[in-house]
């Protein structure tokens, strides 16, 4: 009997530990949804305060006496349902702020050690160093995971097989090639077909030259990267490796987002039972001071307020949005000048513009569960998962033609409508006035109740969960297994 296929899963963020976006999310969710596609995963994180806090259980597998200026222990153990292994290393990861940033924003001076730890440890368990887990996939996730399969590739043995994730190809790791002895780095690597990007160390481009296979978390998207356009200058190394790369569309925790059974609702509802999703609206009307009005369309938004999320392109279309009799509640942080963009366009519209600046959970369900559409404008989106919320929630997503956001809503043009298969509105180009034009669709048909009511419908019978997904990943796994 063949035994079970391992997985060492390497990640900066996991949900609910640890989490800045997408890419802790995905961490966190494919786990489980893996093991029943027979694959058995343990994830490598680093040890911040909250996951120290967490981990239960705890087992020493591995010591390293000097891991980047400091001793460090590689423990196993449990943690909100996670199989974990976990780099104890305090003067590494016990630290204030984000897992790459202090308090005031900026970067962690050490992150190129910090995560070059992340996948040394990485490449050490797939050779075998914890122990009776002996991975055959060790599987990065971005840059912060980008050397493990470089490591891997230079310790001239025998070694599982590699894959690369890239979540978001704009965050790269990019270093000083000064680093190269220090990250324990041979002098070899130092090569266009190594570790060298534009004279310097490339954490993501190694990840990306020297893995095996390499996934992205779409198919659009993983066609995108590959034009110059789309590349942020890796489009030609990318487009070698063609034949590796793949795109596997992300999913969402259908449990965390059931609106037929979601405490932070005001109303629980499903396709069946829209007549109660009214309720969400006036309760998020209340909690934003927004005007208490049923009939006008109120756009919701959850995301970063940064450009790459397109969010000037809707402070420029908010006098279009608010012409249409529209209302806007916006739940975000980011580039101050976008943040208090929203706020001063809050203060200027009372009742009509409501912006709570940060992140808060209940409030994010509340906005999917009770807006009427979502705007997801972005300049570019690998996946996207708010619009996948969206779509099960009923709020009918307008999104930019890109990326995930192409593949998983079907744009409201004469034929899908004729064909009854619209799920949102898709538009471009990515401009102030493409965003302008698809608000005033959304506004038109919004005037049609029974075609609302049939792109909600469409939207939330879909499948958005990671059985697919998981599927996809588990056999990629099995292609790449080593005998």
């Known amino acids: 009997m063949t035994p079970p296929l391992r997985v060492l899963s390497v990640t900066s963020e996991i949900y609910p530990l640890v989490t800045t976006g997408g890419l802790g999310n995905v961490a966190g969710a494919l786990p489980a949804a893996l093991a029943a596609q027979g694959i058995e995963v343990r994830s490598l994180v680093p040890g911040y305060p909250g996951v120290m806090a967490a981990l239960q259980g ?14 460090a222990r590689v423990l196993e153990g449990k943690a909100a349902g996670l199989h974990l292994f976990c780099i104890e290393a305090p003067h590494l990861y016990n630290r204030l702020g984000t897992p790459y940033g202090q308090p005031d924003g900026t970067d962690f001076p050490d992150n190129p050690q910090r995560f070059a730890a992340l996948a040394q440890v990485a490449a050490a368990i797939g050779l075998g160093g914890a122990g009776l887990f002996v991975p055959d996939v060790v599987h990065g996730h971005d840059w912060h995971a980008g050397l493990a399969p470089a490591y891997l590739h230079y310790a001239g043995t025998a070694r599982p097989a590699t894959v690369m994730t890239v979540h978001n190809l704009a965050f790269q790791g990019r270093f000083p090639a000064t680093l190269l002895g220090a990250l324990g780095l041979p002098p070899a690597s130092f090569d266009v077909n190594g570790v060298e990007y534009y004279g310097g160390i490339g954490f993501l481009k190694a990840g990306l030259r020297l893995a095996d296979a390499i996934t992205t978390v779409s198919p659009t998207y993983a066609a995108e990267i590959c034009t110059p356009e789309g590349g942020m200058g890796l489009d030609g190394l990318l487009r070698a490796r063609s034949g590796v790369l793949s795109g596997i ?36 009307q209340a909690r934003l001071g927004l005007a208490p009005d049923p009939d006008a369309l109120l756009f919701g938004v959850v995301s970063r307020l940064t450009q790459q999320k397109g969010m000037d392109l809707l402070l420029d279309a908010l006098p279009a949005l608010l012409g249409h009799g529209a209302q806007l509640a916006v739940l975000g942080s980011g580039e101050p000048a976008l943040q208090g963009g929203f706020a001063a366009a809050a203060s200027a519209h009372p009742g009509r513009i409501g912006l709570l600046a940060g992140f808060d959970e209940s409030l994010a369900h509340l906005i999917q569960g009770g807006s009427d559409a979502l705007l997801v404008p972005s300049r570019f989106e690998p996946c996207g998962l708010t619009q996948l919320c969206a779509l099960r929630y009923g709020a009918v997503p307008v999104v930019a033609h890109v990326g995930g956001l192409v593949d998983t809503v079907i744009d409201a ?15 471009a180009p990515v401009t102030a006035a493409g965003l302008e034009h698809a608000i005033a669709r959304t506004a038109r048909l919004w005037r049609q109740p029974k075609a609302w009511a049939r792109m909600q419908r469409n939207g939330m019978r879909g499948d958005y969960g990671w059985d697919g997904p998981a599927a996809e990943y588990a056999a990629l796994y099995r292609t790449l297994r080593r005998h």
Do not use: C, M, Y
């Open 413 to 427: 043009n004469p034929a899908a409508q004729a064909a009854e298969v619209a799920t949102g509105v898709q538009f």
């Open 58 to 71: 705890a087992v020493a597998v591995h010591s390293l006496p000097d891991l980047f200026g400091g001793p």
């Open 249 to 284: 569309l992300n999913g969402i925790d259908t449990t965390v987002w059931d609106p037929g059974a979601d405490v932070h609702l005001a109303a629980e509802f499903g396709g069946h039972r829209l007549r109660r999703r009214p309720r969400n609206k006036a309760a998020l």
